[in-house]
Protein backbone atom coordinates (compact mmCIF):
# COMPACT_ATOMS: atom_id res chain seq x y z
CA UNK A 1 0.00 0.00 0.00
CA UNK A 2 1.27 3.54 -0.79
CA UNK A 3 -0.96 5.99 1.98
CA UNK A 4 0.22 9.61 1.83
CA UNK A 5 2.96 10.77 4.48
CA UNK A 6 0.51 12.96 6.23
CA UNK A 7 -2.53 10.22 6.64
CA UNK A 8 0.27 7.93 8.63
CA UNK A 9 2.36 9.75 10.44
CA UNK A 10 2.10 13.17 12.92
CA UNK A 11 4.78 15.11 11.65
CA UNK A 12 4.42 17.99 10.06
CA UNK A 13 6.66 20.59 8.15
CA UNK A 14 9.45 21.38 8.90
CA UNK A 15 9.55 18.34 10.92
CA UNK A 16 8.38 15.44 8.29
CA UNK A 17 11.37 14.30 6.94
CA UNK A 18 10.35 12.12 3.86
CA UNK A 19 8.34 12.91 1.00
CA UNK A 20 6.44 9.95 -0.27
CA UNK A 21 6.08 6.39 0.71
CA UNK A 22 6.99 4.06 -1.62
CA UNK A 23 5.53 0.60 0.28
CA UNK A 24 3.53 0.25 3.83
CA UNK A 25 3.55 -3.29 4.99
CA UNK A 26 1.44 -2.81 8.44
CA UNK A 27 3.90 -4.14 11.35
CA UNK A 28 6.20 -5.70 8.82
CA UNK A 29 8.10 -2.85 7.13
CA UNK A 30 7.38 0.67 5.50
CA UNK A 31 9.83 2.34 2.44
CA UNK A 32 10.16 6.00 1.78
CA UNK A 33 11.38 8.19 -0.43
CA UNK A 34 13.28 11.63 0.37
CA UNK A 35 14.72 14.08 -2.54
CA UNK A 36 17.46 16.55 -0.56
CA UNK A 37 16.84 19.82 -1.94
CA UNK A 38 19.38 22.87 -1.84
CA UNK A 39 16.58 24.99 -0.29
CA UNK A 40 16.31 22.70 3.07
CA UNK A 41 15.71 24.28 6.43
CA UNK A 42 18.84 22.66 8.12
CA UNK A 43 20.78 23.99 5.36
CA UNK A 44 20.40 27.62 6.81
CA UNK A 45 23.33 28.11 8.35
CA UNK A 46 25.74 25.93 6.22
CA UNK A 47 28.08 27.51 3.79
CA UNK A 48 26.72 27.03 0.19
CA UNK A 49 29.63 25.22 -0.83
CA UNK A 50 29.73 22.55 1.54
CA UNK A 51 25.87 21.61 2.04
CA UNK A 52 25.56 18.37 3.87
CA UNK A 53 22.71 17.05 5.19
CA UNK A 54 22.80 16.62 9.42
CA UNK A 55 23.39 12.74 10.56
CA UNK A 56 20.51 13.22 12.86
CA UNK A 57 18.24 14.47 10.60
CA UNK A 58 18.69 11.59 8.03
CA UNK A 59 17.96 8.95 11.73
CA UNK A 60 15.07 10.54 11.85
CA UNK A 61 13.91 10.34 8.52
CA UNK A 62 14.22 6.77 8.95
CA UNK A 63 12.79 6.67 12.27
CA UNK A 64 9.39 7.89 10.70
CA UNK A 65 9.66 5.67 7.78
CA UNK A 66 9.40 2.99 10.71
CA UNK A 67 6.32 4.55 12.36
CA UNK A 68 4.22 3.98 9.28
CA UNK A 69 4.78 0.25 9.59
CA UNK A 70 3.83 0.33 13.27
CA UNK A 71 0.84 3.10 12.82
CA UNK A 72 -0.80 1.22 9.79
CA UNK A 73 -1.38 -1.84 12.12
CA UNK A 74 -4.92 -1.42 12.48
CA UNK A 75 -5.03 -1.54 16.26
CA UNK A 76 -2.69 1.37 16.93
CA UNK A 77 -4.97 4.01 15.02
CA UNK A 78 -4.80 6.72 17.20
CA UNK A 79 -1.99 6.14 19.37
CA UNK A 80 1.27 7.88 19.65
CA UNK A 81 5.10 6.36 18.83
CA UNK A 82 7.90 7.44 20.43
CA UNK A 83 11.47 7.17 18.73
CA UNK A 84 13.18 5.11 21.72
CA UNK A 85 16.89 4.95 20.91
CA UNK A 86 19.38 3.81 18.18
CA UNK A 87 21.81 0.79 18.15
CA UNK A 88 24.39 0.57 15.75
CA UNK A 89 24.39 3.42 13.47
CA UNK A 90 26.95 3.50 10.87
CA UNK A 91 27.49 5.77 8.17
CA UNK A 92 29.44 5.38 4.70
CA UNK A 93 29.16 8.50 3.24
CA UNK A 94 27.36 12.05 3.67
CA UNK A 95 23.85 13.61 2.35
CA UNK A 96 23.86 16.26 -0.29
CA UNK A 97 21.60 18.52 -2.27
CA UNK A 98 20.35 16.32 -4.88
CA UNK A 99 20.23 13.21 -3.85
CA UNK A 100 17.83 11.03 -4.44
CA UNK A 101 17.60 8.71 -0.80
CA UNK A 102 15.66 5.40 -0.57
CA UNK A 103 14.38 4.65 3.09
CA UNK A 104 13.60 1.30 4.40
CA UNK A 105 13.08 -0.07 7.96
CA UNK A 106 12.05 -3.91 8.63
CA UNK A 107 10.32 -4.38 12.35
CA UNK A 108 12.63 -7.26 13.65
CA UNK A 109 9.75 -7.15 16.67
CA UNK A 110 6.99 -5.86 17.84
CA UNK A 111 5.72 -6.77 20.52
CA UNK A 112 2.87 -4.90 23.01
CA UNK A 113 4.02 -0.89 23.19
CA UNK A 114 7.94 -1.62 21.95
CA UNK A 115 9.61 -2.08 18.66
CA UNK A 116 12.45 -3.10 17.05
CA UNK A 117 13.71 -2.05 13.41
CA UNK A 118 16.62 -2.37 11.18
CA UNK A 119 16.89 0.45 8.89
CA UNK A 120 18.74 1.40 5.78
CA UNK A 121 19.45 4.62 3.74
CA UNK A 122 20.05 3.82 -0.02
CA UNK A 123 21.63 6.60 -2.98
CA UNK A 124 21.89 5.17 -6.33
CA UNK A 125 21.31 1.30 -4.92
CA UNK A 126 24.24 1.67 -2.62
CA UNK A 127 23.46 0.90 1.04
CA UNK A 128 24.91 4.47 2.97
CA UNK A 129 23.25 3.95 6.64
CA UNK A 130 22.12 1.51 8.66
CA UNK A 131 20.97 1.40 11.86
CA UNK A 132 18.77 -0.46 14.43
CA UNK A 133 15.65 1.48 16.10
CA UNK A 134 13.68 1.50 18.92
CA UNK A 135 10.30 2.30 19.22
CA UNK A 136 7.72 2.67 21.92
CA UNK A 137 4.08 2.64 21.11
CA UNK A 138 1.65 4.83 23.36
Not at 90 to 109: I, S, Y
Request: proline share 6%.
Amino acid sequence: MKPAVNDVIPQRYPFEMIDRFVDVEPGISASAIKLISVNEWFFANQSAKQLVVPRPIMIEAMAQTGVAAILSIPENKGKNVFFGGIKNAVFQADFKPGDKLEFKVVMKKLKRNIGLGHGTIRRDGQSICEADLIFAVE
